[in-house]
């Protein structure tokens, strides 16, 4: 529980101001970057999915 291989988080920053959003960012890709650990994260923030390594979009239920 201390050291996952994949880290799951859906709107991680939904809720929060600009400086936290951006504290929980650096936070979650920290870890990423330390541990190696896989990071699938859901959002509507189109900044953080520009920081991602890829991204899936979906539309109706279905990637396009």
């Known amino acids: ?3 996952p291989s994949l880290l ?3 709107e991680p920053t939904g809720n929060l101001d600009s400086a936290t959003s951006e504290a929980i960012y ?3 890709f920290d870890i990423k970057s330390n541990s190696g ?3 699938v994260i859901v959002t509507h923030d189109d900044n953080l999915s ?3 390594d890829s991204v ?5 239920g279905r990637v396009i």
Do not use: S
């Open 1 to 3: 529980i201390n050291e």
């Open 8 to 10: 799951l988080c859906d």
């Open 56 to 60: 899936l979009r979906l539309k109706d």
């Open 37 to 39: 650990a896989a990071l």
């Open 50 to 52: 520009k920081r991602t």
């Open 26 to 28: 650096q936070l979650l």
